[in-house]
C-alpha cells in the first residue's frame, strides 16, 4: 500500500551490520545462459573469529572444479555447452561452510558475453564496456568492438576479450557490442542504456533516510510505533555488489503494517546539499529513474514492496507509486495520485531468493504536468506502460523525495532486505 510521503520529522533507528557466513557471487549471475569460458567472481563471509579457509566451484554434486585459498575467488572455467546446477562454496577456520547455488546454461555458439554495462540500465559517464566473446572459427577470435548507434565504432581491440571505459553525453543509446572471428564471421550483443547526466550514486549508503511506521485503516505516519520496527544498518559488504549494501528489516506484532523509509534529495530538507531555496531547480526536472538492485533471502514474506519518486512544487504533488505485490499475488501495481488508490498493472512481479535482483523504473512528469508511468524492468525484462495520471495536491511542499516501502504479511512476519547500488537520475 502506498502511504503518504509527506512527513519529514523522525528518530532514525540505525543499528550496525552484524557478522554473518556467506557466499556473495557477482558473475555468474543465476539463471543466465553464457559463452565458454566462465567467469567466477565472488567473496565470502564468516562469522567464525578466524576466517575464511578457502573458497571452490562445483560444477556438479561432489565435483569440486576449482579451490583458491582466501575469502576471494575470480577465475574463468571451461565448460562445455549445456546446463549446470553449479555451486560455489566457502570453509572457515572453525569447520564451517557456507554455499551459493548458480544455474547457468553455456551456449554452444559462437557469441558476445557482456559483463557491463546491463541491458536496460541507467549508467553515469565514462561507461564501463566488458565483454568476453568466443566462436567456432578454429582460428579464433580476432577482436571486439563497440557500437554506440548504427554504424558509429566507438571503440575496438585486439583478442577475445574487452574492457574499456566510454564517455558518453547523456540520453539513451541502443549500444552493441560486436566481435569478429578469423574465418570472416561475427557475432553481436546488443546493450541499450541510458547515460544521466544529473544523477545521485550510491544512495543506499548516503545519510538523510527516516523511517516511519504505518498500518491500517488509515495508515498514517508514526515514529515510533508499537505495532511495528525497523532497522537500518548501512555499510554491509555481504551480501553486497558495492561492499557497501544497507539492509533494511522489518518487525512487529500486528498484521499489515508497514515501514516507509525516504529520503529527501532535492529542495526542502535535502540531504545531498540541494536545499532550492530560491525554487529554481525542481520544477525544471521532468525524467527520473530508479535503478537498484535488492536481494532477500525470504522475500515471499514480505506483502509487497514499494518503489516511489516524489516531486512537489508550486501546490502540486506527483507521486509515481510502484508496488510489486508478493504475497498479495506476484504483480505490478502503480499509484492513481487522485483517486489515492492502486491500479493493477497485470505485469509479473517474481523477484528471485537468495540472488540480487536488478529493479529500473523510468517515469516522466509531462509539459502539461500529468504523470506518464514509462517502463519497469526487473531482471532485464522490460515492461512498457505507457500509462498518465493527473497530479494530486501538496500545498506548502517543494522538494523531490524517494521512498523504499516494506509491506508486512497477515502475520507480520519479520524480514529484511538489502539495497545495493541505488542510483537516481533526473534530467
Not at 572459427?137 to 554504424?151: F, W
Not at 555481504?238 to 499489515?256: D, F, N, R
Amino acid at each position: 500500500m502506498l502511504k503518504c510521503a509527506f512527513s519529514f520529522v523522525s528518530t532514525l533507528a540505525v543499528c550496525s551490520s552484524a557478522a554473518m557466513a556467506g557466499v556473495t557471487v557477482g558473475a555468474p549471475a543465476n539463471g543466465t545462459t553464457v559463452q565458454d569460458p566462465v567467469s567466477y567472481i565472488a567473496t565470502a563471509t564468516t562469522s567464525c573469529s578466524k576466517g575464511v579457509a578457502s573458497m571452490g566451484i562445483y560444477t556438479a554434486p561432489y565435483q569440486l572444479a576449482y579451490a583458491v585459498n582466501g575469502d576471494k575467488l575470480n577465475t574463468t572455467l571451461s565448460l562445455a555447452p549445456g546446463t549446470y546446477d553449479t555451486v560455489v562454496e566457502e570453509w572457515d577456520h572453525c569447520g564451517g561452510a557456507s554455499t551459493t547455488p548458480v544455474t547457468i546454461t553455456v551456449s554452444a555458439q559462437s557469441g558476445v558475453h557482456v559483463t557491463s554495462p546491463e541491458a536496460n540500465s541507467v549508467n553515469t559517464s565514462p561507461v564501463n564496456f566488458s565483454a568476453t566473446a568466443t566462436t567456432t572459427c578454429s582460428k579464433g577470435v580476432a577482436s571486439m568492438g563497440i557500437y554506440t548507434a548504427p554504424y558509429q565504432r566507438a571503440y575496438v581491440v585486439n583478442g577475445a576479450s574487452l574492457n574499456h571505459k566510454l564517455a558518453l553525453t547523456p540520453g539513451k543509446y541502443n549500444a552493441v557490442v560486436e566481435e569478429w572471428d578469423k574465418c570472416g564471421g561475427a557475432a553481436t550483443t546488443a546493450v541499450p542504456i541510458t547515460v544521466s547526466g544529473n544523477a545521485f550514486t550510491n544512495l543506499q549508503h548516503s545519510g538523510g533516510w527516516s523511517g516511519y511506521g504505518q498500518g491500517p485503516p488509515d495508515f498514517v505516519d508514526c515514529s515510533p510505533c508499537s505495532e511495528v520496527n525497523w532497522s537500518i544498518a548501512r555499510g554491509v559488504t555481504s551480501p553486497s555488489m558495492s561492499g557497501e549494501s544497507t539492509k533494511y528489516s522489518l518487525s512487529g506484532t500486528t498484521p499489515y503494517w508497514d515501514v516507509l523509509f525516504n529520503n529527501h534529495l532535492i529542495g526542502d530538507l535535502s540531504s545531498q546539499g540541494m536545499p532550492d531555496t530560491n525554487h529554481t531547480l525542481v520544477p525544471n526536472y521532468h525524467n527520473f529513474t530508479y535503478d537498484v538492485y535488492f536481494y532477500g533471502s525470504n522475500i515471499e514474506l514480505s506483502e509487497a514492496l514499494e518503489f516511489d519518486i516524489n516531486q512537489f512544487f508550486d501546490g502540486m504533488g506527483f507521486i509515481w507509486g510502484q508496488e510489486c505485490r508478493i504475497a498479495n499475488g506476484h504483480e505490478w501495481a502503480i499509484w492513481d495520485n487522485v483517486n489515492q488508490h492502486w491500479v493493477s498493472t497485470g505485469i509479473a512481479c517474481n523477484p528471485v531468493d537468495n540472488s540480487w535482483n536488478h529493479l529500473t523504473i523510468q517515469v516522466q512528469r509531462t509539459s502539461d504536468n500529468k504523470l506518464l508511468y514509462q517502463s519497469i524492468t526487473l531482471n532485464g525484462v522490460t515492461n512498457t506502460l505507457n500509462q498518465y495520471y493527473d497530479h494530486g495536491s501538496a500545498p506548502g511542499w517543494w522538494g523531490i523525495v524517494l521512498n523504499y516501502q516494506m509491506d508486512g504479511n497477515y502475520k507480520e512476519s519479520a524480514y529484511s532486505l538489502y539495497l545495493d547500488k541505488l542510483t537516481f537520475s533526473y534530467e
